[in-house]
């Protein structure tokens, strides 16, 4: 009787594809393999369950740990058997973690994704594993079932992170920064493309360092312009680009590439030179501005995405003031906000920083702001003609998105039309909003082209 083994992938797009390399390399080794997120935790009957966690800040951590604790009690009550734990919380806490929580059977760190089969296997054989890997060596290159949707996945190009901002304790979880091979990357970009993948999103934890630790040099441009060579590919999305590190070469190959979408995310954190000096961040808050002026000059219609924390060390009212002030003259139109999380380990929690409550009101006044902004960027799409990726029905309308909607942060596009086919590309003229997204119609034949 083959085991039935179900996974729960948590936390950022990275973690998520560890997760679906763990996938096949469970189906490779003849489990039945199920993945789902964590609301199917009700009806989750599984003889093992994986959950690869998150652990980088406050919230991330209780999110895995309620899973861990919701997954406890499904085995108390006999519908599942085993719990695996993986991920940057098992890294983090990897000597508290079997102690205070004795309802884990087996615990992999960051560096023993590929261990996944010998720990389900001793799991189901009701003995205990630990596996922590070296969480610096270069990940091996494995296979990935796709947990996304056939149409897009994530292209991760490295793992980990030299730049050690002082709030952030992902380089002591995920190791030093390291790139995959250019030809791996590609390779793996090519098999995507011929298994009907269309639009690719590059994740790292800082995708324009690619290429230094392993060439001596910043090669993302190069590998940007062998991905546009792969005919099947529409679409190449790049996140978490680090601003200092955008340069004229860079900024050139996505201006000269109808593939690489004008959507960029640019995670920039703060724009108070006090803020992101004491944050060991490169860069001052008028280079971010004059990169954010030169990239809307060179890439018009461009959508930015960013991340800024409200309530770091340094920032004061004045400091604060600032960057409201910049987010409402930048109008950036995406930005997820958070409010800082002092994290044990990290420099930032030994310095003095605004209490927790202000910190909250900051982001609140933030997050009010970016979705003014938000509204506005929809209502300025009214009458426009979109390239849209469709991805299913909600039951009243389909629903898509255009170059200015990445998965899973940004919202969708409802539209009407005649037998639209999830994965294919259709032109829809935006009508209004709906719901505080854009809604919309196929605009004339059925599709431009798969
Ligand atoms: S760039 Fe900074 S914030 Fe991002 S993962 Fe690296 S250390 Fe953390």
Redesign the pocket.
């Known amino acids: 009787m083959t085991s039935k083994i179900g996974l729960i992938s948590l936390g950022c797009a990275k973690n998520r594809v560890n997760s679906e390399q763990m996938l096949y390399l469970l189906r490779e080794a003849g489990y039945e393999i199920q993945s789902g997120d964590d609301a199917a935790l009700e009806t989750y009957e599984a003889d093992a369950v994986v959950v690869n966690t998150c652990g980088f800040i406050e919230s991330a951590k209780t999110e895995a740990i309620d899973t861990i604790l919701e997954l406890a009690e499904a085995k108390k009550s006999g519908r599942i058997k085993k719990i695996i734990v993986a991920g940057c919380l098992a890294e983090r806490y990897k000597d508290e973690i079997l102690s205070e929580l004795p309802e884990i059977d087996a615990v992999l760190g960051v560096g023993s994704y590929s261990e996944i089969v010998a720990a389900v296997k001793s799991a189901l054989d009701g003995k205990a594993y630990a596996g922590f890997g070296d969480k610096n060596a270069p990940e091996p290159e494995t296979k990935r079932i796709l947990s996304t949707s056939q149409a897009w996945a994530y292209l991760k190009i490295a793992e980990g992170?030299d730049?050690?901002?002082a709030?952030?304790v992902?380089?002591d979880i995920r190791g030093r920064f390291r790139s995959r091979p250019l030809e791996n990357v590609v390779q793996e970009a090519r098999e995507l493309a011929q298994r009907g993948v269309r639009e690719l999103i590059v994740v790292a934890?800082?995708t324009t360092r690619y290429g230094l630790d392993l060439y001596g040099k910043r090669r993302l441009p190069e590998l940007l312009e062998q991905l546009v060579k792969i005919n099947e590919l529409r679409w190449i999305r790049l996140h978490?680009l680090?601003p200092h590190e955008v340069d004229d070469r860079l900024i050139e190959v996505i201006a000269n590439n109808e593939k690489i979408l004008n959507y960029l995310d640019i995670?920039i954190?703060h724009i108070s030179d006090t803020v992101l000096r004491k944050m060991g961040r490169r860069g001052s808050g008028a280079e971010i501005r004059a990169l954010l002026k030169r990239l809307r000059e060179k890439i018009p219609g461009l959508v930015l995405r960013t991340s800024l924390i409200t309530g770091l060390p340094g920032e004061g009212e004045a400091e604060f003031r600032e960057l409201y002030d910049f987010l409402k003259e930048a109008r950036i139109e995406r930005a997820g906000v958070f409010a800082y999380s002092p994290e044990e380990g990290t420099p930032a929690s030994l310095m003095e920083y605004p209490d927790h409550e202000t910190a909250c009101q900051r982001a609140e006044a933030l997050m009010a702001l970016q979705s003014d902004i938000m509204d506005r960027f929809n209502e300025s799409r009214i009458g426009a003609v979109t390239t849209v990726l469709a991805e299913g029905f909600d039951g009243a309308h389909y629903v898509g998105r255009s170059f200015a909607e990445s998965p899973e942060i940004d919202g969708m596009i409802r539209f009407t039309g005649r037998d639209i086919r999830p994965g294919a590309f259709y032109e829809v003229e935006i009508k209004g909003t709906y719901d505080g997204e854009p809604l919309g119609s196929v605009k004339g034949n059925p599709p431009a082209r798969k």
Do not use: A, K, T, V
Request: charged share 15%; proline share 14%.
């Open positions: 992170c730049n050690r901002c709030y952030c992902i380089p934890q800082d978490y680090y995670p954190q």
